[in-house]
């Protein structure tokens, strides 16, 4: 059974930083598309960044240059750095592995975490 459990999340003023990880348990994750997505209630679940399994990160506009997603395949762990935040980023952020390809689409991914919040004051 693949298991993804987030941490990392935590409240911080506008332009402050916060590193993800998300630990995998169940599947190697240099076999599948990994991503972080963020929800914010009453929103669809939307992409942040992705690794995809060929090695290939790809990150939304609204993030390029304040966030670098990165993994450690020893460890089994997906992380998301991020920097310069806005208070538009805060929401529930979520950790997900999905077959190979499946991109920025959050319907192509099947394992998920239970979600860490990120909230940013300004």
């Known amino acids: 059974q693949v298991q993804l459990v987030e941490s990392g999340g935590g409240s911080v003023q506008a332009g402050g930083s916060l590193m993800l990880s998300c630990v995998v348990s169940?599947?190697?994750?240099?076999?599948?598309?990994m991503g972080w997505f963020r929800e914010v209630a009453g929103e669809e679940r939307r992409a942040v960044a992705i690794w995809s399994a060929v090695g290939r990160p790809t990150y939304v506009d609204s993030v390029k240059g304040r966030v670098t997603i990165s993994h450690d395949s020893v460890k089994n762990t997906l992380y998301l750095n991020m920097t310069n935040l806005k208070p538009e980023d805060s929401a529930m952020f979520y950790c997900?592995?999905?077959?190979?390809?499946?991109?920025?689409?959050?319907?192509?991914?099947?394992?998920w975490g239970r979600g860490v919040e990120v909230a940013v004051s300004s």
């Open positions: 997900a592995a999905g077959r190979r390809g499946a991109g920025l689409s959050a319907q192509w991914y099947h394992y």
């Open positions: 169940g599947a190697a994750i240099r076999n599948m598309d």
